[in-house]
């Protein structure tokens, strides 16, 4: 079984704890907890946009407070990211997620990250290493 307390990783954990241009992920499972997926507590400035492209993961965001949208760069379609709302990106979707106000969110990737990555210039993670790459 594995616990972990939010608070406690921000406090003492800081390599779980991850800042780029204007949000703060905290990673409460990372890859080498072997759960198959990475799971992610992710706040995000109000005001902010980001664009994203996880080309080597997929991702799903469930929005636990703020107000945002999120567009689909292939179809041009919007959506509302409010409380309760979850998307996603089932087809490793481009998008711009724009924070009206401060969003906190709830974030699964698959792969799971190790909890090193940076986004890279297209707005994705670098492909998960494999096993044999792990071990070279």
């Not at 995000?44 to 080597?56: D, P």
Request: with cysteine; charged share 25%.
């Amino acid at each position: 079984m594995i616990v972990r307390d939010f608070n406690k990783i921000v406090k003492e954990e800081k390599d779980r704890v991850v800042n780029d241009a204007n949000w703060t992920s905290v990673r409460m499972l990372l890859a080498d907890d072997k759960m198959g997926f990475s799971f992610h507590i992710t706040f995000l400035e109000a005001g902010s946009e980001h664009t994203f492209h996880y080309k080597n993961h997929f991702e799903s965001v469930y929005c636990m407070q703020g107000k945002g949208r999120i567009t689909d760069l292939a179809t041009g379609e919007t959506h509302e990211i409010t409380p309760g709302v979850m998307y996603a990106l089932d087809q490793h979707d481009k998008h711009t997620l724009v924070a009206d106000e401060e969003l906190v969110m709830a974030c699964c990737f698959n792969p799971p990250v190790t909890g090193t990555e940076v986004h890279q210039a297209d707005g994705s993670y670098a492909p998960a290493k494999t096993t044999a790459e792990e071990t070279a």
